[in-house]
């Protein structure tokens, strides 16, 4: 609880990132056109710059779930078949099955 109110006190910098990890500076760049700022066909990462140990900032990605087009009973569904993949994911320990032996 406490560390959520330490993270919520501290301001928050979002930015997109490429795949290679070169940073946009959306706020810096806030008057550029996309057009002139984003590259065609490159995929970007929107992330969450945090400062690091040593005072330097580090992107963090930001993971986004759908939870904001699902309606309340489709994220409690949701909620629901997560847990149940994950319980099957931890039952299978190790991929396929043996193949039968043969007589």
């Known amino acids: 609880m406490v560390k959520i109110a330490e993270d919520e006190a501290k301001p928050k910098v979002i930015d997109l990132c490429e795949k290679t990890g070169e940073r946009k500076n959306m706020k810096v760049n806030a008057d550029s056109y996309a057009t002139g700022l984003l590259r065609e066909r490159k995929a970007y990462v929107l992330t969450k710059i945090v400062k690091g140990a040593a005072d330097e900032e ?18 409690i569904k949701w909620e629901e078949e997560q847990k149940e993949l994950e319980a099957q994911a931890a039952n299978k320990k190790g991929g396929k099955a043996p193949p039968p032996k043969k007589k």
Do not use: M
Not at 58 to 75: F, L, M, Q, S
């Open 58 to 75: 580090a992107p963090e990605n930001i993971v986004i779930d759908g939870a904001c087009i699902r309606t309340p009973e489709e994220d």
